[in-house]
């Protein structure tokens, strides 16, 4: 049900197809700018409850919930009806948002007609108010732009992604709304109805070196908004070759730790918090030598809440494992591991039951109700007991992935397809 964030120029493989709504973070360590690998919280978000407009307020107006499919497939875009009202405006506004003058940014948002076949973007500044209107059919049309630049993309089953950018005409904290319009108008006669399916409100800051890369990512938020965070780098992580050559000769690009005092972690936030929820994990690695309990990714404290991919020199295996208050569940293990040889770790959460595979294989499942990622608490590479090895990739994704995208990442991943630019993200 939530989102994703990141998007590159990369030395490797074609990463971008691998993205999608419900990613939450991706480390591309072929995407370094000096010894930091870039994690996808560096976007951000600056609209509260992006894509739950029952927590918006409306003026003469009202949300239903989880009422329609979003684009992503998922049952949770949401109904914004009008009111029966003569000649007024109808419209949904989130928690008023801080802008500064001179400031350049983007506002999206997914919307699908019902009964009206037309919305408004607006953002309610106390003068030069950006605007433009949005008529919701074929391939999709723009008009009374002002004081912005509009666009719109039809985006498949009824579904329009509608954009507006603008530049902060004045620092102050105002509203972004959503409006129902008809007939090139936001004031006409409610009449009682269902009007507009919406879902996914983006509103980030763009123009800076960060948020070029992936300006056009959406990141989900609850009541706290997703700002810019940055993963840090302690030690000295190396960026180096990775030992998978794809079909052209090139190398997708790792990062390597030293085993001693290397790691790379981000602080926690809200919308890291897959608890008790459908979620994957993808890891692509190594490991250099035969020390015990060296982790690979965590996320959480051993005696708290979190998940945990580590080594265990006795078995010579990758394990993970969720806990839970110092109790815990192992979900698999693979044993038998040949030192420096990439592994491709994919653990999928469904429906309370995660399973482990490595390589495509399955190595063990367990059911893990009441444990997982919670979101009040740090992700970290190589972190806890000084993993040695590289790590070329890491995602989370709000999602079970199918067999088909399991499938699809490990031919990526693995091999086929490294080394090939190209391809973008089609949201």
């Known amino acids: 049900m939530k989102y994703k964030i990141f998007d590159a120029p990369f030395h490797g493989a074609n990463l971008d197809t691998l993205v999608r709504p419900s990613t939450l973070c991706e480390y591309r360590a072929d995407v370094v700018d000096s010894s930091m690998g870039l994690l996808d919280c560096s976007g951000s978000n600056l609209c509260p409850y992006s894509e739950d407009f029952t927590n918006w307020s409306a003026l003469n107006g009202s949300a239903v919930g989880n009422s329609h499919y979003a684009p992503n497939g998922i049952l949770a875009a949401d109904t914004l009806k009008e009111n029966a009202t003569p000649a007024t405006v109808h419209y949904f506004y989130p928690d008023s948002i801080s802008f500064t003058s001179g400031n350049k940014y983007k506002w999206s948002v997914w919307i699908r007609p019902i009964n009206r076949s037309q919305s408004r973007l607006v953002v309610a500044h106390s003068s030069s108010i950006p605007s433009s209107y949005f008529t919701l059919a074929g391939a999709g049309s723009i008009s009374g732009e ?35 319009a008809e007939s090139g108008s936001y004031v006409f006669d409610g009449l009682n109805q269902d009007s507009l399916a919406a879902w996914g409100s983006h509103l980030r800051q763009i123009g800076t070196s960060i948020t070029k890369l992936r300006e056009n990512q959406y990141i989900y938020t609850t009541s706290v908004v997703k700002p810019r965070l940055d993963m840090t780098a302690t030690g000295s992580p190396v960026a180096v070759p990775s030992r998978i050559q794809g079909p052209n000769g090139n190398l997708l690009q790792a990062m390597r730790y030293d085993g001693t005092s290397d790691y790379h972690s981000v602080s926690h936030h809200d919308c890291m918090n897959v608890f008790d929820e459908d979620h994957t ?3 692509l690695c190594t490991t250099d030598d035969t020390a015990d309990s060296e982790f690979v990714l965590c996320h959480g404290a051993w005696n708290s809440y979190g998940f945990y991919i580590y ?3 006795v078995f010579d295996s990758y394990v993970v494992r969720y806990n839970k208050l110092g109790a815990g569940v192992t979900v698999g293990k693979v044993t038998a591991l040949t030192t420096g040889q990439y ?10 039951i995660a399973t482990m595979y490595i390589n495509g294989t399955s190595q063990g499942s367990a059911d893990v109700t009441g444990y997982g990622i919670a979101g009040s608490r740090n ?3 190589a972190e806890i007991n000084a993993f040695t ?9 709000r999602e079970a992935s199918s067999a088909a995208k399991l499938a699809e990442e490990r031919a990526l991943l693995l091999g086929y397809g490294i080394g090939i630019k190209g391809g973008r993200n089609p949201w």
């Not at 509009?150 to 004045?170: D, H, R």
């Open 281 to 283: 994990i993808t890891v």
């Open 389 to 397: 090895g590289d790590v070329a990739y890491v995602r989370i994704d």
């Open 379 to 381: 992700l970290s590479i």
């Open 343 to 352: 592994a491709l770790i994919q653990i999928v959460r469904s429906s309370n």
């Open 311 to 313: 080594n265990v020199a």
């Open 146 to 180: 002002t004081n912005c630049t509009a666009s719109i993309k039809y985006v498949g089953n009824s579904w329009y992604l509608c954009s507006i950018e603008w530049t902060a005409p004045a620092t102050e904290s105002v509203q972004p709304r959503v409006q129902i």
